[in-house]
């Protein structure tokens, strides 16, 4: 089991940056697959972000956020993150972390196994 907690959300305006976390605990996520995910109000949930498990050699990105966003880990301390720079309203969303075991870094929320409760992004114009 592993047990995910996102955090670093806020009301940002357009053009700033963000920092989330997601911490995990129980297990080590060292062979986890990790992956960053959106819910916009009205919208499905959608790929962000994913990194491979291990070192995390291989990282995918949405093409909406390509060139802004990067996510890093850091097994030591169990923790994943995304780094979110020149944010737009677009961006708006609550963002979930999201843990597969020795999967692939894909974008399909259906493979992961486990999930964090969310962060609110809120980018205003």
């Known amino acids: 089991q592993v047990q995910l907690v996102e955090s670093g959300g806020g009301l940002v305006q357009a053009g700033d940056s963000l920092r989330l976390s997601c911490a995990g605990s129980g297990r080590s996520i060292s062979n986890y697959v990790m992956g960053w995910f959106r819910q916009a109000p009205g919208k499905d949930r959608e790929f962000v972000a994913a990194?491979?498990?291990?070192?995390?050699?291989?990282?995918n990105y949405a093409d909406s956020v390509k060139g802004r966003f990067a996510i890093s880990r850091d097994n030591a301390k169990k923790t994943v993150y995304l780094q979110m720079n020149n944010l737009k309203p677009e961006d708006t969303a609550v963002y979930y972390c999201?843990?597969?075991?020795?999967?692939?870094?894909?974008?399909?929320?259906?493979?992961?196994?486990?999930w964090g409760q969310g962060t609110q992004v809120t980018v205003s114009s």
């Open positions: 999201a843990a597969q075991y020795l999967g692939a870094a894909q974008a399909e929320p259906s493979i992961y196994d486990y």
């Open positions: 990194i491979s498990w291990g070192s995390g050699s291989t990282r």
